[in-house]
């Protein structure tokens, strides 16, 4: 199966990290991602990982890869009002024609 | 100029009427998606297309048809509109050569009453 789950809500207080989880089923996915959506807009790439590498780093994105336990994390650094959005994981399978997404985590920033 | 721009943008109609949802780019890519987004289910592919004569069913196809137009318009049909096809609807686009990043449109949200 090609299941890419996510919890759906989490809060966090401005200032403090988020980090984000997704498990997915497909061992043969070649890279992952994470998708942004905001209020009444598509969805946006925010970052990508390869599924050779372990950790990606940028600016204040970290994305962690454990590939024997199929999971994806995303953590977020001193997390913003504007970080406030939906965020999806997807993985891209069956020779790279296919991408799969998560439920999706609405990300709620609070002051 | 939106790259991926999605018409109508909202929409309301009746049970049983039949309905297209236009999507036109201008990113240059061949391949295009349509799926729908539903509260706790996610992003779900209904039809993906990899050139002007390849249409492919995705996991949720029923009640749905597509038309590749051209390289840069990828159209949905509801032929019979249900009320439990009431959603956010995104088209997309990516191109073959990357690394599988997609590009969205902004959404059409579509209302069956």
Redesign the interface.
């Known amino acids: 199966g090609e299941d ?1 789950e ?1 919890s ?1 809500f989490l809060s966090v207080r401005e200032g403090d990290s988020s980090v984000i989880n997704c498990t997915y089923t497909d061992s043969s996915s ?2 992952l ?1 994470w998708y942004k959506q905001e209020p ?6 925010l970052t ?1 990982i390869f599924s050779n590498m372990d950790m990606k780093q940028d600016q204040r994105l970290t994305v962690l890869l454990n590939k024997k336990d199929k999971h994806l994390s995303l953590r977020i650094a001193d997390t913003q009002t504007g970080d406030s959005a939906i965020y ?1 994981c997807a993985e ?1 399978t069956e020779g ?9 985590t609405q990300l709620k920033v609070e002051l | 100029d939106a790259d991926v721009t999605q018409t109508p943008r909202n929409r309301i109609t009746k049970t049983g009427k039949r309905i297209m949802l236009e999507c036109s780019q201008t990113k240059g890519h061949d391949r295009m998606y349509w799926y729908r987004q539903d509260p706790g289910l996610g992003l779900r592919l209904i039809y993906y297309s990899f050139d002007v004569k390849d249409i492919n069913k995705g996991e949720i196809s029923d009640g749905y048809s597509v038309s590749r137009q051209a390289q840069a318009k990828f159209s949905l049909s509801l032929e019979s509109a249900i009320p439990n096809q009431t959603a956010l609807y995104f088209c997309a686009t990516s191109d073959h050569g990357s690394l599988g990043e997609a590009f969205f449109g902004q959404g059409t949200r579509l209302t069956v009453v």
Do not use: S
């Open positions: 890419v996510q759906l070649t890279y991602y009444g807009a598509g969805l946006q790439l990508y999806f891209l790279g024609n296919k991408l799969t997404f998560g439920t999706g």
